[in-house]
């Protein structure tokens, strides 16, 4: 089975074809996506203005980590929940659309730098250069995920 | 000048017409316009939170007021200037969206919100700068700005769908709350 077939019976799926052929289904999903990306936001920014030296400086890089931290898998949980629904509608398309490949390559690498990467560094304590370019990779990354995302819609 | 004229006005101005044909450009806007929820929205869920006593309960309000608050200005600024252009590519359609004008009216609700909030619940904060959990006036506070942001948000990207449009058929309601002319459908 290709990764093509693949998309075609998860387009197929129950899930679907339920916001397929609802109207406002897929509307209300990108409404909720964008609060996600809201709540998102927030909580990198203000850990990532930390690190950059450029947010609240009477706590430490690693309080504001922990402190966003649920805030974080909250956004992350609201994220995934409208997104999967909204890529199942039309897998077929996402396969053949260049921006949802960028997105989820971003994506991937982002999940994986923030709780693999960034999150242990700040933990075991880093100098101040060294928590500016985590702060500056971190929004990178998730910027490009955002507007790769938005993309998707255009291209 | 009604409003509607002005907005048939600056629709047919070059730059408007430039705007709204361009390949790039409009997108690029669009996305800019999406995107500054990042920075935006992000940090006043953040203020809001901890209003709520939800997050950063140990950083005091006014640390947070005067780190945060100027990126959620930047962010405000690129809103607006995006946001404009938006409209400014698309006069008639905007002005006459149901869905914009929703957004209007919980902009101004959050702006309102935001001017009580400096100029009356803020008055005694030096008495509470450092609570866990704020008094009840900067929680509801809170708790309205969440909620007429979300709107914002919510109606801002509805604007997109056309079910109510003027150019379809629509109740008598909605052709009047949208505030779209006969004259202007039939042509």
């Known amino acids: 089975m290709s990764l093509l077939d693949l998309f075609e019976s998860l387009e197929q799926s129950g899930i679907g074809l339920l916001v ?24 990198l920014l203000l850990v990532d203005l930390r690190l950059l030296g450029l947010g609240v400086r009477s706590r430490t890089s690693e309080q504001m980590m922990v402190a966003a931290k649920p805030w974080l898998l909250i956004s ?8 999967v629904p909204l890529f199942l509608s039309e897998a077929v398309k996402c396969y053949y659309n260049y921006s949802f490949w960028v997105k989820m390559s971003a994506l991937a690498i982002g999940l994986l730098y923030t709780f693999l990467i960034k999150h242990p560094v700040i933990r075991r304590g880093a100098v101040p250069t060294v928590r500016a370019g985590l702060g500056i990779l971190s929004l990178g990354v998730w910027l490009t995920v955002a507007g790769a995302g938005r993309w998707i819609g255009f291209s | 000048m009604t409003l509607l004229s002005f907005c048939q006005w600056l629709a047919s101005t070059k730059w408007s017409i430039a705007l709204h044909e361009s ?12 995107v500054a929820l990042f920075l935006f929205a992000g940090t006043i869920a953040m203020v809001d939170l901890r209003l709520l006593g939800a997050v950063f309960r140990e950083v005091p309000i006014s640390e947070i007021n005067a780190r945060i608050l100027p990126w959620t200005v930047a962010g405000a600024v690129i809103m607006v200037s995006t946001g404009i252009l938006l409209f400014y590519a698309i006069p008639v359609r905007t002005y006459q969206s149901l869905w914009f004008r929703f957004k209007v009216v919980f902009l101004l609700v959050a702006a309102i919100n935001v001017w009580i909030f400096h100029r009356r619940v803020q008055k005694n904060r030096a008495d509470w700068d450092s609570d866990r959990r704020p008094p009840f006036a900067a929680r509801v506070s809170a708790l309205i700005s969440l909620s007429m942001w979300a709107g914002v948000i919510v109606f801002g990207r ?3 769908y056309n079910w109510f449009d003027c150019d379809r058929p629509q109740s008598d309601f909605v052709y009047w709350l949208s505030g779209c002319v006969v004259e202007l459908v039939d042509a």
Do not use: D, K, N, Q
């Not at chain 1, 964008?34 to 936001?41: A, W």
């Not at chain 2, 390949?23 to 996305?31: N, R, T």
């Open chain 2, 158 to 160: 509805m604007i997109a």
């Open chain 2, 23 to 34: 390949f790039y450009m409009y997108p690029l806007i669009e996305s800019t316009h999406v």
């Open chain 1, 20 to 43: 397929r052929e609802s109207l406002w289904l897929f509307p209300a999903l990108e409404a909720v996506h964008l609060l996600g990306l809201s709540l998102l936001g927030g909580s």
């Open chain 1, 76 to 83: 992350l949980l609201i994220l995934i929940g409208t997104g």
